[in-house]
Structures are given as C-alpha cells and as structure tokens.
Nanobody
C-alpha cells in the first residue's frame, strides 16, 4: 500500500520560512513524480510544483517561483518543500501527491494517484 506522510507546517510571520516534508512508503521512490498542492478555505486545490525524482527536476507555479524550492532525500524517500518569503496569501492546507506517470498536465489533481494527509500553513501579516 502506498502512503504519503506529511510533516512540517505551522504558523509563521510574513517574510518567514517553513519546510514541509512528504515521505513515501510502499513505492519505488525513484519512479515517482511528486506534486505539491495547496487549498485555501473556500477555494479550489491549486498546484504549486511537480518534482520528478528520476531527473531531480521541478517545475513551479508562477506565484511561488523564486520563493519555493523542492528537493529530495532519496535515502529517506522524502521530498521537501522549502518556502521562503512567505506571504499571508500563502496561507492554506498544503498537500503532497504522487504519480507513477505524469503528463504535461501536472497542475491537475486528477493526474495524481496518491495523496498525503495535508498540513496547515498559516502566514500572519
């Protein structure tokens, strides 16, 4: 059984930083694409990034590019989302998701087969 377990998050002031973790269990980590999404109250789930572990490369949504960075530790089967220069509008529940095969449509939640439990990020002004 594939499981994604998230950790990190919390409350931070605007301009601060946080790091989220997403650990994968039950699947060959090298073969996965890991997406990061967020969902603010009353809004749709929005894609932030997609990381392909095979190439160790990531793409980012324009509104986080230059502030957020995705990295991985293959020994720990873990992907990290490091968020810098946080803004109040970054407040949301953040999710990681995994897909064995990912198309160019990485921004669509339906492209992913497995999801983490979500973690709250709150940025105060």
């Amino acid at each position: 059984e594939v499981q994604l377990v998230q950790s990190g998050g919390g409350l931070v002031q605007a301009g601060g930083s946080l790091r989220l973790s997403c650990t994968v269990y039950g699947f060959t980590f090298d073969d996965l694409a890991i997406g990061w999404f967020r969902q603010a109250p009353g809004k749709e789930r929005v894609a932030i990034s997609c990381f392909k572990n095979s190439s160790r490369s990531a793409v980012y949504a324009y509104f986080v590019k230059g502030r957020f960075n995705v990295s991985s530790d293959n020994a720990k089967n873990t992907v990290y989302l490091t968020m810098d220069s946080l803004k109040p509008e970054d407040t949301a529940v953040y999710y990681c998701a995994a897909a064995p095969i990912i198309s160019r449509l990485w921004i669509l939640p339906d492209e992913y087969d497995y999801w983490g439990q979500g973690t709250q990020v709150t940025v105060s002004s």
